[in-house]
């Protein structure tokens, strides 16, 4: 044991958690922190608000695949980690969030900047706690960091009172930390992998929906064998997006409210629907009733109560998504397969993919928003990390931008958070220095975090964005369009700013390309140049996304046009 202050012990503890940056914003209950940060190798990355810095701590999470660090004050600090902690935490990305407090003898005095962020982050978190002494400072921050990177991924949040920050006492740093009540356990059933593979290998429809566990889990190479073992073709979530690479012949796009309309009816036809590392969500089952009616589902996944939670299961396999994909494979190594099918199966993915397939982009003034996503793709290296807004941009991504690899394509899913993917963008190229970095945004999302473009340019942390600039809260207005009779409220944005000026203030580089070929080559030279670029794509404020479900119908009931 050593003596030091409450604020050495937590520098030291990030270090030996191997943490390299904390994004974040200072403030006076963090003031020791700071000053010990100050004689720190650790990388202070400083956001213009805290909302950014939980967002960049989650895309440096999610880009690579280690725990990602948020750092801000009491009070106001706190409470604007939220909108970002809860983000992280329903997408099951590994976050942890320190906050600053008031000191212990002022709690529950309504001290000056005094929120009870214990009370508040409750139910956003996976796991919270505030230290009272110097001395649980170590145990705090290992156990911080082994309860968000475990199990099911999610948000932590510590809360850091300042005298105890202050404090001086003997610090002991824990080698391992346990929890009673929680036990990770990876290893799946035998008997449950047994059963499913006997479902699969009578399978004459076989489905595969592939969702952020396979990525979390590292298991993308195990899904691609899965479905060339079993010519199954394979749907995404959102969160999914590139388990499974794009080009792959028996990729089938996304499932969902914006899916394509190959996987929607391949999904609603199987006869045995694989589902690994998903959760069901309402934005990909639409109509529960009406989800894979006639499939016998198999659910593979690390948390058994999101298990029978929406969907009713024929079986599951509960544990670690790689795990599970590697039993299956190896039973299924002597185990025969009814082949016959494969054919027929087969000519229906094609059928459903010229049935569904994009029409041509022509006669319009304005750059269409597909033929955008299709330029961005030719112009980046496959390589490349893209992240998304929230609405019509997102949708327009998840459908036509392709993406080749786990961990480089990421949004917002069960939150939906606009704002996020300017922030979540800073935050990867942090953690993927070596890679170019692109948001692909609408105006109203960017403008809630466009004031991190200072940290981009301060921090040298250069990220392509571009801007779907339709001067409308575009989504919102797509729902009025088909569903309120054309009664837009609140989502004209007449008032949105010049984004190559806005950009060029900030210090970085602006530019509003008016072809295709133009978006392409500014493209090209950010990437070629690594520089901070704000595209601004003017779009049709009338262009919805399509295919789309109605709210209230299932897979199948796919509006493709207005």
Not at 373 to 393: D, I, S, Y
Not at 528 to 557: A, H, R
Request: with cysteine.
């Amino acid at each position: 044991m050593v003596e030091m202050s409450g604020a050495r012990a937590f520098v030291e503890s990030l270090e030996r958690q191997k943490a390299e940056i904390i994004f974040g914003v200072s403030g006076g209950a963090i003031l020791p922190i700071c000053d010990e940060l100050w004689n720190s190798d650790l990388r202070f990355i400083m956001a213009r608000h805290e909302q950014g810095a939980a967002h960049m701590a989650d895309g440096f999470a999610r880009a690579s695949g280690r725990v990602g660090v948020c750092l801000a004050t009491s009070g106001p600090g706190a409470t604007n980690l939220v909108t970002g902690i809860a983000t992280a935490n329903i997408d099951s990305s590994p976050v942890v969030a320190f906050t600053g407090q008031v000191p212990l003898n002022m709690i529950g005095t309504d001290a000056f900047q005094e929120v009870d962020i214990i009370g508040v982050s409750a139910s956003i978190t996976k796991f919270n706690l505030q230290v009272r002494r110097p001395s649980e400072i170590p145990q705090a921050v290992k156990s911080a960091f082994y309860v968000a990177s475990t199990g099911r991924h999610g948000c932590v949040l510590v809360d850091l009172p300042k005298d105890v920050q202050i404090a001086v006492e003997e610090i002991e740093f824990p080698e391992e930390v346990s929890f009673r009540g929680y036990n990770i356990n990876l290893e799946p059933d035998g008997r449950e992998m047994d059963w499913a593979t006997t479902l699969l290998s009578n399978a004459k429809r076989p489905v595969i929906m592939a969702g952020g566990g396979v990525i979390a889990s590292n298991a993308s190479a195990e899904l691609v064998k899965m479905a060339e073992l079993l010519v199954a073709p394979v749907t995404t979530t959102l969160m999914g997006k590139g388990a499974m690479p794009c080009d792959h012949q028996l990729f089938a796009g996304q499932c969902g409210m914006h899916g394509t309309g190959e996987a929607n009816l391949l999904v609603s036809e199987a006869d045995v629907l694989l589902v690994v590392g998903a959760r069901f969500s309402d934005r990909t089952t639409a109509k529960l009733e009406e989800f894979s009616p006639g499939a016998k589902v198999i659910h593979i996944d690390i948390d058994r109560s999101e298990v029978d939670k929406n969907i009713e299961t024929v079986t599951r396999v509960i544990g670690d998504a790689k795990l599970a994909l590697e039993g299956i494979l190896s039973r299924m190594a002597n185990t025969r397969f009814d082949t016959s099918r494969n054919g027929e199966w087969l000519k229906k993915l094609e059928k459903f993919r010229k049935q569904y397939a994009p029409p041509e982009l022509s006669g319009n003034p304005h750059m269409r928003a597909p033929e955008v996503m299709r330029a961005l793709r030719r112009a980046l290296p496959r390589e490349a990390l893209v992240t998304t807004e929230v609405g019509q941009c997102q949708m327009w991504s998840a459908l036509y931008f392709d993406a080749y690899a786990p961990r480089t394509f990421f949004s917002s899913g069960g939150l939906g958070t606009m704002g996020w993917g300017f922030p979540a963008a800073i935050g990867a190229k942090a953690a993927r220095p070596d890679v170019p970095v692109v948001d692909i945004a609408g105006d109203g999302s960017f403008c809630m975090t466009e004031n991190n473009l200072a940290t981009c340019v301060e921090e040298n942390l250069p990220v392509v964005v571009v801007v779907l600039n339709n001067r409308m809260l575009g989504m919102v207005a797509q729902w009025q369009r088909l569903f309120y009779g054309r009664r837009y409220f609140g989502v004209e944005l007449g008032n949105s700013p010049d984004f190559v000026k806005l950009a060029e203030a900030y210090g970085a580089e602006g530019v509003r390309p008016e072809t295709i070929d133009e978006f392409e080559r500014a493209v090209r030279r950010a990437v070629k140049d690594d520089v901070t670029m704000v595209i601004d794509v003017q779009i049709d404020p009338e262009e919805n996304v399509f295919p789309m479900v109605p709210p209230g119908k299932g897979l199948k009931d796919l509006l493709v046009e207005a």
